[in-house]
């Protein structure tokens, strides 16, 4: 597996930032926000000057019951090879329900939702995983995941589930451990016990990122400091193995360019301090930064009705979360309701950015009560760009804004942006004339 060094999340809001950082080996960049034709001129600096881009995908939900969508492989694949990246990651986790698969209208999370560790659900993740092995030019890494909430019936642990998809396909791990202390202040889980279950090369690098207790439950929010907590359990890890990345992920609130230079040198000290131990004590390093594990041979294909079975109860509990619709039968209640008021929050962030009209007409406050309220119950319409225009079509519908000038305004923003292509003179007219009547 490819030595990376000491890493940092690329975001734009703070590539120049990036490009300054003493130290940096490497970057990974969200997959999904760079154009494999057109990349952004940061990423080109960083490359020549030798820095290595790795590519994290988020949307292909490799443990949804579906098989992995063709386009969305070919788009990672083109991206990999843009940035002439060593390897790959995306996420144990499914992003999307419904459909064809379930004869029901497909639902998309907008976010990373954790899957049952059944049998059934890992042999169908092996088959997904193996898919996106053949499709991708370098190397696939998958990452463990962070959840409010469990499955009623996982029959696993998340060690003995990460070891076995290891085992059965050959992939290497992404080990976030921040996504495991998460899962420790949230589940109840043991994530030192995690760690010892891996098997010798499974990891391939580690995240680690802040978060935020509240009422007792952990945000993993990537935009508040790294935790001793999490620095502690990258110290675990590095004594068991020499890591061969350690990467620090932030997606917002980005502090001072000092305080992510301390928080990388917090990094090196636990990762060298690990280092400097295990040779005093004589300990060999563990095998991740050796070559590949022996693969046992090709997983078969997912036994006959397991990805309808994973797919209903996917859908079941995903329509849940984003269509208020009854809490399946096992699962915490409460914890669902926070879960699905999360991911209404969150789709109210992205759609404020790229829509900053809306908020603007509606203040920052009554913009995210409205936008909350009308994601509870509604699913995501097919992209957020879709969702803007459901909102604000919503809002019409129902007489808001009460202003009738504010409310002219967001018909005519609706109007000029609900069609295929922007209107023109006499369209623009037409909706003028319309706002009025409106108001």
């Known amino acids: 597996m490819t030595a990376l060094g000491t890493g940092v999340g690329w975001r734009p809001e703070i590539a120049e930032v990036v490009e300054r950082l003493p130290g940096v080996d490497w970057v990974e960049v969200v997959a999904e926000n760079v154009c494999a034709d057109h990349l952004p001129a940061s990423l080109v600096r960083l490359r020549e000057r030798g820095v290595t881009v790795v590519p994290h995908g988020v949307s292909l939900g490799l443990g949804g019951a579906a098989r992995p969508d063709g386009a969305r492989l070919a788009r990672l694949a083109a991206t990999a090879t843009a940035l002439g990246a060593p390897l790959v990651s995306e996420h144990i986790a499914f992003v999307r329900a419904g459909g064809p698969l379930t004869a029901s209208p497909a639902l998309e999370a907008g976010h990373l939702l954790p899957v049952p560790r059944t049998r059934e659900a890992l042999d169908v993740l092996c088959e997904n995983v193996r898919v996106a092995q053949d499709a991708l030019p370098v190397p696939l890494v998958l990452e463990n995941a962070a959840a409010l909430f469990a499955w009623p019936d996982d029959e696993m642990a998340e060690g003995r589930f990460l070891a076995e998809l290891v085992e059965r396909t050959g992939v290497r791990l992404l080990v976030d451990v921040a996504n495991l202390h998460t899962n420790r202040v949230n589940r109840g889980e043991d994530p030192v016990g995690t760690l010892a279950a891996l098997p010798p090369g499974a990891i391939a690098y580690v995240h680690v990122a802040g978060g935020v207790e509240r009422d007792g439950v952990w945000h993993d929010t990537h ?7 999490v620095l502690d359990l990258l110290s675990e890890l590095a004594a068991r193995t020499a890591p061969p990345g350690v990467l620090l992920e932030r997606d917002d609130d980005f502090p001072p360019e000092e ?5 990388l040198a917090a990094i090196r000290e636990r990762v060298a301090a ?43 509990l995903l329509s849940a979360l984003v269509a208020g619709t009854p809490v399946p039968e096992g699962f915490d209640g409460a914890r669902l309701r926070m879960q699905g008021l999360a991911l209404a929050r969150k789709r109210a962030g992205i759609v404020a950015r790229l829509a900053p009209e809306l908020p603007e007409l509606l203040g920052e406050e009554g913009y995210r009560e409205a936008f909350t309220a009308y994601a509870r119950a509604r699913p995501m319409p097919g992209g957020h760009r879709r969702d803007a225009l459901a909102f604000a079509r919503h809002l019409l519908d129902s007489g808001r804004p009460g202003d009738g000038r504010a409310r002219r305004r967001l018909y005519r923003w609706w109007a000029e ?23």
């Open 223 to 229: 935009a508040h400091p790294v935790p001793p907590q």
């Open 259 to 263: 305080g992510l230079a301390a928080e």
């Open 274 to 316: 690990a280092d400097a131990a295990r040779h005093r004590a004589g300990t060999r390093p563990g095998a991740a930064a050796q070559g590949p594990a022996d693969v046992p041979g090709r997983p078969g294909p997912a036994p006959e009705g397991a990805r309808e079975r994973l797919g209903l109860a996917q859908t079941a």
């Open 417 to 439: 942006r609900s069609g295929p292509r922007p209107p023109g003179r006499a369209a623009r007219l037409v909706h003028a004339a319309r706002a009025v009547l409106a108001g």
